[in-house]
């Protein structure tokens, strides 16, 4: 293209014509510019198989991840049952800046997921609601209805994020309760799990006796470690109102300060998780064994198999703290990732399909075992290493948000985290800290 | 040699189109949408909502916006004077006929080659690590207990570490530029001092620092554009949500346009973003203006 237009201004050179040389020059800018701007159309595309459908599916995973490998196997064996193909994109959790501009630019995309209140919130102008096709059977659901095939207590979850309306499946669900070590127990003499903070008390202090940092965390969990220790001294609602209102003036505050002033005296609390940057807190002091307990998501076994491969994990809820208190082992915080469908899809009804697969019958089993992580279906069997968790997803009456709504703003996250450590380190006492986070 | 006319448009229209699409669109629709009260970045002109300079008020009142602003102050002086005295004293010695120069020139530019999250890992797991890493078994060799304890990425030092992490990896840069203007000196004038009995001290001050002023100003202006552009060291030492003692602009500017990490904040404001994007061109404009204003570019008649 470009040696035809040098050719073609040679030869009008040799011509010297100075009145050409105006609207010639708007001839080649015209020309090089209608080239650049239509240079994309000529970029070739894929064309579609218009016989077999092609579910489009953009994943939260990245490739590598077990639940990437369990999705790849899982698209091909579904296409060998249905003979619907599914294309899956890893985009791995930058998919919560990259999904946005696709679904703008009306690229296919007919199933995505990440947390259920992110799909919920950010993306929900493109989600189909769900209702209708979950109450239809399907071959993996035993002649029940989707919808009573699965764990209700996460259904609802979803209902309510989505403003009564069911619009993603939730899947890979996961409780914010306390990952522990059960060998360390065991080597501390400590039998059973705390369920009131006398009892959490008696087992920090065995565990120290034995030389064991007994609790840790990483600067990335601080916000929620405060807010649920918040919300079992103030209750979960009052916690939420602090939260929103960004008034930390509560008795709640003083008496957390007292409390890990003391646990930061006697060593109950690592003094690493002063400057633990994630995931530093899990790596080098849960997987490697000196710590005990840490107050995580139970896809932790899962994150940590890498450098704990034999890990003997336990699990228990965060424990009552007051006993006046209106929330206690009763409220914890669970959520899921969740499936959303794409309301301007062609093939809504397979892509539906495939998400059953994935949250009901075998695979549903083989993504939990693989992943470690907390099936869907009622009927599968739960991995080793959250069962225990099973007891207390169970027992959990009332849902409480992420970390009590104190992660919710980025101005109490960072105060939260700066004053949270210097109580640590011995920087702050209980009222120095009660002062901070009222300033 | 004849100009060709057609040849340089042709060459010069790609480019022009380039750098009006890709720079100047951007910058002002940004200006634009900083007077607009926006939810998501691609959102249509249709949900914008005119709120005047609304999003830069509030943004001067929230407290992470301005801790943001107060620690690339700090990163942009002390930084920069640590970076420019490292610079020049590297630039000086490295250009004095020192054997090896060229081995210590590459030594010293090597970590500007290397990525930043590469760099950032390396000194927050083997320099900084309170349990392993290289200053905690220094000190305990060394047996100073008070220093082999001191958690390097704890409230308070983790702000220096990361600085220091930063400008260990910007010297080589600077250091290049005041070279290159360092062996531009002529050489006349450095014997004539040695004639008239000036020692190195006297030659410094006196014939090579009047030369370097044009490069002092180009270093500052750089200078100031990376810290405006601080953003992944931030994001290296405090991953997942921000902290005060990490926090820059840009840091600020990705949580509220994209949305925080965090499951239960899913509130955007693009428009507050575009805020952010605003002032920060302001800030390297007036360093930009200053430095010109100051530093006189008067191009000596050789």
């Known amino acids: 293209m470009f040696i035809f237009i040098i050719n073609i201004v040679s030869l009008q050179n040799k011509q010297k014509e100075k009145e050409m040389k105006k609207s010639k020059s708007f001839f080649i800018v015209l020309m090089v510019l209608v080239l650049m701007i239509t240079m994309p159309c000529f970029a070739g595309g894929e064309k579609e198989d218009s016989d077999s459908k092609t579910v489009v599916y953009w994943s939260m995973w990245n490739e590598a991840e077990p639940q990437g490998l369990v999705l790849v196997q899982a698209a091909e064996a579904y296409e060998e049952e249905t003979g619907v193909a599914v294309e899956i994109v890893f985009n791995g959790r930058e998919i919560r800046k990259t999904l946005q501009p696709a679904l703008d630019a009306g690229e296919v995309v007919d199933i995505f997921d990440e947390d259920v209140t992110r799909v919920n919130g950010i993306w929900a102008d493109y989600l189909l609601p769900l209702d209708e096709l979950a109450s239809q059977v399907y071959p993996s659901t035993d002649g029940k209805s989707f919808e009573n095939s699965v764990s209700s207590a996460l259904l609802d979850l979803a209902r309510q994020e989505g403003k009564g309306v069911l619009k993603v499946i939730p899947y890979q669900p996961y409780a914010f309760i306390v990952m522990y070590n059960k060998d360390l127990f065991n080597e501390a003499g400590i039998s059973g799990t705390p369920k009131t903070w006398e009892e959490f008390e008696v087992v920090c202090e065995k565990l120290k006796a034995a030389g064991i940092t007994p609790l840790t965390t990483d600067d990335a969990y601080m916000a929620v470690f405060f807010g649920y220790n918040i919300a079992r001294l103030a209750g979960e609602e009052r916690c939420l109102e602090m939260a929103m209102n960004q008034d930390f003036n509560d008795p709640s505050v003083l008496k957390f300060g007292e409390i890990y002033e003391d646990f930061a005296k006697k060593g109950y609390i690592s003094k690493n998780a002063a400057s633990n940057i994630y995931p530093a807190g899990q790596i080098e002091e849960i997987a490697k064994g000196t710590t005990a307990m840490y107050l995580n998501g139970t896809w932790l076994p899962n994150e940590i198999k890498g450098s704990a491969p034999d890990f003997n994990w336990g699990c228990f809820a965060w424990p009552e703290m007051d006993p006046n208190s209106p929330s206690g082992v009763e409220t914890n915080n669970y959520g899921a990732q969740s499936f959303g469908i794409n309301k301007n899809s062609t093939v809504a009804k397979e892509a539906f399909e495939f998400v059953v697969y994935m949250t009901t019958g075998k695979w549903d089993g083989i993504l939990a075992q693989e992943s470690l992580g907390v099936p869907m279906g009622l009927n599968s069997v739960w991995p080793k290493q959250t069962q225990e968790a099973k007891v207390v997803i169970d027992n959990t009456t009332n849902w409480m948000t992420w970390g009590g709504g104190m992660e919710a703003d980025a101005n109490i996250t960072s105060k939260i985290k700066e004053n949270f450590k210097k109580l640590i380190t011995g920087a702050l006492d209980a009222e120095s800290f009660y002062a901070a986070m009222n300033k | ?302």
């Open chain 2, 1 to 302: 040699m004849k100009k060709n006319r057609s040849m340089i448009i042709i060459f010069l229209v790609p480019a022009v189109f380039c750098y009006l699409s890709v720079f100047f669109y951007p910058s002002v629709r940004t200006t634009f949408m900083s007077f607009y009260a926006i939810e998501g970045v691609a959102d249509s002109f249709s949900t914008w909502d005119f709120n005047g300079i609304a999003n830069y008020l509030k943004l001067f009142k929230t407290p992470i916006f301005k801790q943001a602003m107060s620690n690339i102050f700090l990163l942009w002086f002390v930084g920069g004077l640590g970076v420019m005295a490292v610079a020049l004293i590297f630039a000086i010695t490295l250009t004095s006929g020192l054997n090896g120069a060229k081995f210590f020139r590459s030594v010293i530019y090597l970590p500007n080659v290397v990525s930043a999250v590469a760099m950032g890992t390396m000194w927050i797991n083997y320099v900084f690590n309170t349990n392993y890493g290289i200053l905690h078994r220094i000190f305990t060799a060394l047996r100073i207990e008070s220093l082999a304890s001191v958690l390097w990425t704890g409230p308070g030092t983790l702000f220096w570490s990361m600085l220091v992490a930063y400008c260990f990896g910007m010297v080589g840069y600077h250091m290049l530029i005041f070279m290159a203007s360092i062996e531009q000196v002529p050489r006349s004038y450095h014997e004539a001092a040695k004639i008239e009995g000036a020692n190195i001290f006297q030659r410094f001050i006196h014939v090579t620092l009047p030369f370097l002023r044009g490069c002092f100003r180009t270093n500052i202006v750089m200078w100031t554009v990376f810290t405006v552009n601080f953003f992944v060291w931030g994001q290296l030492f405090s991953p997942v949500n921000l902290s005060n003692d990490t926090v820059a602009p840009m840091n600020y500017m990705y949580e509220i346009v994209f949305g925080a990490s965090s499951n239960s904040m899913v509130a955007r404001d693009s428009g507050a973003g575009a805020s952010i994007g605003v002032i920060m061109m302001i800030i390297v404009i007036i360093a930009f203006g200053l430095t010109n204003f100051i530093v006189k570019n008067d191009d000596v008649q050789l």
